[in-house]
Nanobody
């Protein structure tokens, strides 16, 4: 089992920055690969970024490429999402996800474990 706890969401004006964190607690797996997804009101959950369990391979959605960066601290089972140049379209609930596989990729179905989500609101 893996428990995921996200933090760092909040309200920010367009052009601002936020940094999300997600800590994975597990007694079962020595390593997990993690990713971020988001869901805007009335829309389906979509992929944002993913990192393999070594922290050497990352994938980022085209919509956030160049603005968002995923990184991780393997020793602490923590993944971060640095979000810069935020836009109103980035508003939504951001979910951390984890898989026991080496890399989850872009599909939500590849991840077995999910956090409760953290709200990000971008508005003026």
């Amino acid at each position: 089992q893996v428990q995921l706890v996200e933090s760092g969401g909040g309200w920010v004006r367009p052009g601002g920055s936020l940094r999300l964190s997600c800590v994975a607690s597990t007694r079962t797996f020595s390593r997990v690969a993690m990713g971020w997804f988001r869901q805007a009101a009335g829309k389906e959950r979509e992929f944002v970024a993913a990192l393999n369990w070594r922290g050497t391979t990352a994938a980022t959605a085209d919509a956030v490429k160049g603005r968002f960066t995923i990184s991780g601290d393997d020793a602490k089972h923590t993944v971060f999402l640095q979000m810069n140049s935020l836009e109103p379209e980035d508003t939504g609930v951001y979910y951390c996800a984890a898989t026991k596989d080496n890399f989850g990729g872009t599909a939500a179905s590849n991840y077995e474990y999910w956090g409760q989500g953290t709200q990000v609101t971008v508005s003026s």
